[in-house]
């Protein structure tokens, strides 16, 4: 058999365990409802160390046999510390979560944060592989954003790279979780889609607005093409400062149609990028799709960060 990597996608409250191989391909997975225990940090890491000793009862392993244990946390994550900094969503401040897992597994322990490790998954067993500049974005409540530069997962002094949904786009735009006003994800995230979807009728979720549009709704339509503009400048200020070749798109872009934002954003690119990157930039739906964080998350070790 080959090596076992375990990883884990930490949502709140659903948290989803693979075994991984070292090539990244899932033996198999689970995706686990810890809602019971939000709210007290220790008692979620508690349920996610029993969780992940169940998962490899479940696939026949001892965990003698496990190589590693990866997390991928939302969040602001210090990898080297193995502490989690801030997760507004989780409860979560400055919490030493790696020291707690160590004392759990007998094995090495990594965590991340999960647009990180989804980037260094799409890296290496996704179409990252070839490309050593490249930048992975997950479109969800939030916006958040992998970077790989030279091959190597970029965090910053502060762990704060790669806040793409938090890039300033109007200053004196709507309020933003994270204090701040008028950032991208105020915009693109997919609450604020769903809030902008309430002008044309109470509770659609943003796939029904997506339908709408497609059907040519014309406030559907103005909503998804602000998407693109808002979405479509993050971009172009993205690839401008850091010359990526390739950006890799997860979350809920899989529920959308392409002709409504990957297109129109591959579009937009082209037309305002920097001109000498504007046709070389890729811009495409992540091959490992929404596995991505988990896998990422498996395949972490001890050369993983910058
Ligand atoms: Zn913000």
Same mark, same amino acid.
Do not use: H, M, Y
């Given at each position: 058999m080959d090596n076992v990597y375990i990883g884990v996608d930490v949502g709140s409250p659903n948290i989803t365990i693979g075994a991984i191989t070292d090539k990244g391909k899932i033996i198999k997975k689970k995706t686990v409802n810890l809602s019971r225990t939000i709210g007290d940090g220790v008692s979620f890491i508690d349920a996610i160390i029993e969780s992940i000793y169940l998962f490899i009862n479940d696939i026949n392993l001892s965990i003698h046999e496990i190589e590693s244990v990866g997390l991928g946390f939302p969040g602001t994550v210090d990898s080297k510390k193995g502490i989690i900094v801030f997760a507004p969503n989780m409860f979560f401040t400055n919490f030493e979560v790696k020291q707690i897992l160590e004392q759990a597994f007998d094995c090495p322990i990594y965590i991340g944060q999960d647009s990180r490790v989804a980037a260094w998954g799409e890296y290496n067993a996704g179409r990252g592989e070839n490309h050593n500049n490249f930048a992975l974005i997950k479109l969800d409540v939030g916006i958040g954003c992998g970077i790989v530069i030279n091959g190597l997962l970029y965090h910053g002094p502060f762990n704060t790279a790669g806040e793409f949904g938090h890039q300033l786009i109007d200053v004196d735009g709507p309020q933003c979780n994270c204090g701040r006003r008028g950032c991208l994800e105020t915009y693109c995230g997919k609450k604020a889609i769903e809030k902008a979807g309430e002008e044309i009728k109470e509770g659609l979720k943003l796939k029904d607005i997506y339908i709408l549009a497609q059907q040519g709704d014309d406030k559907a339509l103005?909503?998804?093409?602000?998407?693109?503009?808002?979405?479509? !400048?993050? =971009?172009?200020?993205?690839? %401008?400062?850091?010359?990526? @070749? /390739? !950006?890799? =798109?997860?979350?809920?872009? %899989?529920?959308?149609?392409? @002709? /409504?934002?990957?297109?129109?954003?591959?579009?937009?690119?082209?037309t305002h990028a920097y001109p000498a990157i504007a046709h070389k930039v890729e811009i495409i739906r992540s091959v490992l799709g929404n596995d991505a964080p988990l896998i990422g998350a498996a395949l972490q070790d001890e050369t993983t960060d910058y």
């Open positions: 103005r909503i998804t093409n602000q998407v693109v503009e808002k979405l479509g !400048i993050g =971009i172009v200020n993205l690839v %401008n400062l850091l010359s990526l @070749e /390739l !950006i890799a =798109i997860i979350g809920w872009i %899989n529920d959308v149609p392409d @002709e /409504l934002l990957l297109n129109p954003l591959r579009e937009f690119v082209r």
